[in-house]
Each structure stands twice: as structure tokens, then as C-alpha cells.
């Protein structure tokens, strides 16, 4: 069944409570949550679910589930079973998550320096990649390392806009990403708005001002194919 999406409404939220809706060998299921479930190339998150005894349930990752915008969270190995209806307080590693959203709204960053179709990408805690489909001689990681501080010194608040599918596909412009296509069934499609900057489909997580994503460095650049140059970037100062 669907899971109350909160973090799509506020990726800020590192606590909240839930009831367990279904437990099966995949993990948990509960009717809403704050574990952004991994897709889109951002990895899940971790964290905890804590009883009303005191016990605690560590969670190893966070998935998609069959239905339309479920969510089941994967148990660390021998974690004591949950029974459906209970009531838990949740809680991410949130220092975690807010590395995965400063480096995801860093990279629709680097998709206005890079001006070019994005053909893979993926964000884990402690990096992040695009791959383009562009000439090799045309990427230099101090142009890209400038070109994103510029942006990002604009300090600009990022907002989430809705739009119907059949607006979207109207806007095929809208979609840079040829790998990933934005998800499609639930009648809307999520965009994420950087004022001046970029407008995009996303479900991921970001930071409410791009100035909280501060320093980036590329750390590396290379060729995985005719079609994918990977930029590789981290956070913080050399
Ligand atoms: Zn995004």
C-alpha cells in the first residue's frame, strides 16, 4: 500500500511516528515515513525505528516497494520482528541525509555548468556523479569547479513545483536525463525549481538554499563510454 511520503513535503524532518502496516520478508511497511526509499540515483537512507518498550530496530537501507509510492525499510540482520500496528518513533541518520541532499541539489547545479544530455548519474554519501553525453575535451575541473561556486554563491531557495504528465510531456525539454525518466503513473510529476538556475523533474531530496551546499570539488573525470564522461564530485575545499 502507498506510505505517507513526508519528506517530500519537508526533507528536513529527522524524526517523526508511525504505524507498522505490513511486515514480510522484504522489510517494513509503515504508513508514513521520513526514510527517503533509494531511486532516482540517490541512495536510501539508514537510521532507526524505536519501540514504545525502548527496543530498536536499525534500518540497513530504505527501498521502493510494488505498489505506487510504498516504501519498505530493510531491517539490519537479526532485528526483532515487528508486529502490524504498532506505533514507532522514526529517525534517520541525518547527517547522512543532508551530505545525499547537498550533494543531489549539487549536481542539478552541475547540470547548468555542463550543458549537456546527462546520460547516468548517482549519489552516495560521501560523492556524487553525472555522466554526459559530451567530448572529453570539453570537460575541465576547475571550469566546472568555478562555474558551480559561481551558482552556488547566488544563494538561491529551491522550490517544488507540480505538474500534470501531460504538461510534462508537452516539455520534453524539461527532462535533461536520458537514463532516468521521470516516474509516471500518479498522474504529476515532481519538479524541483532553482530560481534562475534550473527546473527539472526530481522525487529526490534537496536543500531548501543552494548556498547550503558550500564548497565542491570534482574529483575526478573520466571516460566509462562512447556516450558517458563522468564527472565525479565531492563536498568541502581541497
Ligand atoms: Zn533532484
Redesign the pocket.
Known sequence: MATGLLFRDDAYLKTASARVVAVHERGIELDRTIFYPQG?G?AGDTGVLRRSDGGQILIANTCKGDAIDSVVHVPAPDMPRLEVGETLALEIDWERRYALMRL??A??VMSCVVVAPVTGGNIAPDRARLDFDIDMSLLDARKIEQGMAELIARGAATETVWITDAELDARPELVKTMSVQPPRGSGRVRL?RIPDIDL?P?????VGNIGEIGDVRVLKIRSEGRRNKRVEIALGSK
Open positions: 532516482g540517490q543531489h541539489t549536481l542539478h524541483l527539472q526530481c522525487g529526490g531530496t534537496h
